[in-house]
């Protein structure tokens, strides 16, 4: 890597950003899939900054047993404080603790780079939440004489009322969803929310995000088979559904379907349809009506032509400038390369390197609202 990473050293010259570092991660055979996820996330700058000041206020405190959090806190730390502004790090400690965590993560087959994004989001989560409520346990009760001299702080804290935990993963990446249902024969709109880290979207041939949006926050009818219970007319009828965004996320990550079981053959195969991402995006789907604008920061790319074999690779935006991160390799790409990877308008085509994982930051928003 040591000539690659002065080559691009030299491509960025005087325009290399000041404290940045542009580190490959070294592959152990078949960690394409995790090394293309983390360089998306390094370059999440919110989230990165919040786990190094996490990683930072840990070292101080009292050592707990080695998991995932603290795992990814020392790579990404380890990344940030090298004297060299580029080169090769071995992610070992964290893999091996992803693969001790999840068997699914053990063999040497091909893994889903979004399983695994799905999979170490949620792990983070759980960590701080048990760190949380643990540390509230010791704050309860590290003071009983208080306590009994001002009567209880919260008289619903037995679990009657518990509010849910937000975490700082859940301030980057947490949407709200809401699931309208509405009765065509009483007219009421029964509404239910539910959250999300990232949005999964079919996708169809020629087209773009934002008409898979579009579908996804489609008017579905429900009836014959699919009739919805209305409580108001305590029965079975015909409804209208769809799915809107009730609160977009700080960083919205797209998930594109490409993998998708085919009945007759049996098997999963992989859509190489193309799916036109911009650089710039408006939500426009959301219950507001108010467009968010959103901008392109990170795509995990799935290089193959089937879904049980391939490669993963990523490009991120950095300080205005695209970077192309292969594993050990990074290099700099021109930002019109970008298109090169919506896909394939013909089914057979010999470029088999297609979007997967889009990662867009909320332009102007405030991500602790």
């Not at 008409?211 to 007319?233: G, M, P, W, Y």
Request: charged share 25%.
């Amino acid at each position: 890597m040591g000539a690659a990473g002065s080559k691009l050293e030299k491509a960025l010259g005087d325009q290399f950003p000041e404290g940045e570092r542009y580190f490959g991660l070294e592959n152990f055979g078949n960690t394409c899939y995790c090394n293309s996820v983390l360089q998306a996330l390094y370059f999440c700058v919110p989230f990165r900054e919040q786990l190094l000041e996490y990683y930072s206020n840990y070292k101080n405190g009292v050592d707990t047993e080695d998991n995932l959090l603290i795992c990814l806190a020392d790579l990404f730390t380890q990344i940030s404080s090298q004297k060299k502004k580029t080169g090769v790090i071995a992610p070992k400690r964290f893999v091996q603790r992803l693969k001790k965590q999840n068997e699914l993560f053990r063999s040497y087959m091909h893994q889903d780079a979004h399983e695994f994004l799905n999979f170490l989001l949620n792990e983070l989560v759980d960590i701080l939440e048990k760190e949380a409520r643990t540390a509230k346990i010791e704050a309860d009760t590290s003071s009983p004489s208080e306590k009994t001299a001002n009567g209880p702080k919260n008289p619903q804290a037995n679990g009657v009322q518990k509010e849910p935990l937000v975490t700082w993963v859940h301030k980057n990446f947490q949407g709200i969803l809401t699931n309208e249902t509405r009765c065509l024969r009483c007219e009421t709109v029964t509404a239910r929310d539910e959250t999300f880290f990232d949005l999964s979207l079919d996708i169809e041939q020629n087209s773009s995000i934002t008409s898979c949006l579009k579908n996804f926050s489609s008017t579905e009818t429900l009836n014959a088979e699919d009739k919805f219970f209305c409580d108001k007319c305590c029965s079975l009828q015909e409804a209208q559904k769809r799915m809107k965004i009730k609160k977009p996320p700080h960083i919205l990550v797209i998930h594109l379907k490409r993998f998708k079981y085919i009945e007759q053959l049996g098997r999963y195969k992989k859509l190489s349809y193309r799916v036109v991402f911009p650089l710039e995006l408006k939500l426009s789907n959301t219950v507001e009506d108010a467009d968010s604008e959103y901008s392109l920061f990170a795509v995990v790319v799935h290089v193959g032509s089937g879904p049980n074999h391939g490669h993963y690779v990523s490009l991120v935006k950095s300080h205005n400038h695209w970077l192309f991160f292969d594993d050990e390799n990074v290099e700099m790409i021109d930002e019109s390369a970008v298109q090169t990877f919506f896909g394939s308008a013909q089914e057979y085509s010999s470029n088999t390197d297609h979007g997967y994982i889009l990662f867009y930051e909320r332009l102007g928003a405030n991500k602790n609202s």
